[in-house]
Nanobody, 115 residues
Framework: QVQLVESGGGLVQPGGSLRLSCTASRSIRVYAMAWFRQAPGRQRELVAQ???????NYADSVKGRFTISRDDAKNTVYLQMDSLEPADTAGYYC??????????WGQGTQVTVSA
């Protein structure tokens, strides 16, 4: 079973940037991977996904502000978040993009956008 470790979250002012990392315990190169987020009292939502070939898709709410990328040599997926808004405040998690065969969820990394 693949273990996932997310990092890079923190407190940032509106308009600021953060770069999240998700490192897997073994190769994930054959998997489409995604970043998800969950705010208190809300369901987990898919934010961005990246295919093994590098094709990407984004939720409308983050399109143009967030960029997902991957470095398969490092078993790592990144999420560059720019122009952050208070509505982006949530716990951020990575996992396989499809619901079937997902890895165990990691601890996530908290992002708080506040003045």
């Amino acid at each position: 079973q693949v273990q996932l470790v997310e990092s890079g979250g923190g407190l940032v002012q509106p308009g600021g940037s953060l770069r999240l990392s998700c490192t897997a315990s073994r190769s994930i190169r054959v998997y489409a991977m995604a970043w998800f987020r969950q705010a208190p009292g809300r369901q987990r939502e898919l934010v961005a996904q990246i295919a093994p070939a590098g094709n990407t898709n984004y939720a409308d709410s983050v399109k143009g502000r967030f960029t997902i990328s991957r470095d398969d040599a490092k078993n790592t997926v990144y999420l560059q978040m720019d122009s952050l808004e208070p509505a982006d405040t949530a716990g951020y998690y990575c996992n396989r993009a499809i619901s079937t065969g997902r890895f165990n969820w990691g601890q996530g990394t908290q992002v708080t956008v506040s003045a």
